[in-house]
């Protein structure tokens, strides 16, 4: 799922309930003011395993000369306009 789906939604949630209130309508969900979720542990207590920042081991035989980093470039081309 895209991270800014998620973040728009949480936005609503967050909004929708003060503007229901700034209406004087009944609040179908009210909004949270705790802070304490947003309190970090100390020491840090890491639950899961992030593979995100796993080591990958590189095995030399997948290293080869055609992976090394080529850049080539050609000038820019302005093309002719002719008039008739």
Same mark, same amino acid.
């Given at each position: +799922? ?8 949480? *936005? ?16 179908? +969900? ?23 920042? *796993? ?11 055609? +992976? ?17």
């Amino acid at each position: +799922m895209n991270r800014c789906m998620f973040d728009g939604i949480g *936005a609503m949630e967050f909004v929708s309930p003060w503007g229901e209130t700034a209406r004087d309508l009944s609040v179908n +969900m009210l909004p949270s003011l705790d802070r304490l979720v947003l309190k970090a542990r100390i020491p840090p207590k890491i639950e899961f395993k992030q593979h995100e920042f *796993a080591e990958v081991e590189v095995h030399q035989a997948l290293v080869t000369h055609a +992976m090394k980093k080529k850049c080539s470039t050609s000038p820019p081309s302005i093309p002719r306009v002719l008039r008739s």
